[in-house]
Nanobody
């Protein structure tokens, strides 16, 4: 079984910072792209940022220049540094990973349980 465990969410004032982490564990052969999505109340889940194994990252326009995605050397943990947070960043943030569980299995995406980020004064 595969697990994605997120941490680092919470309540922060506008202009503040938070750092999210997501660790993939379990029966994993190889992890490919990893990313963060978010879903605000009444809205669809949207991509925040994604990073490939080579380190190439892409961001939603709304977070470009404020958020930075990175991953560890083992490529099993992904981070999201969020700076200059705004009230509109309030959402549940979900970790996502594209991975194989064996060398012959197809690449499948997995999701974490989500972590709440609230930006409010």
């Amino acid at each position: 079984q595969v697990q994605l465990v997120e941490s680092g969410g919470g309540l922060v004032q506008p202009g503040g910072s938070l750092r999210l982490s997501c660790a993939a564990s379990g029966s994993i052969f190889r992890v490919y792209a990893m990313g963060w999505y978010r879903q605000a109340p009444g809205k669809q889940r949207e991509l925040v940022a994604k990073i490939a194994t080579g380190g190439i990252a892409n961001y939603a326009d709304s977070v470009q220049g404020r958020f930075t995605i990175s991953r560890d050397y083992a490529n099993t943990t992904v981070f999201l540094q969020m700076n200059r947070l705004k009230p509109e960043d309030t959402a549940v943030y979900y970790c996502n990973a594209d991975l194989r569980t064996t060398s012959w299995s197809r690449i499948t995406d997995y999701w974490g349980q989500g972590t709440q980020v609230t930006v409010s004064s």
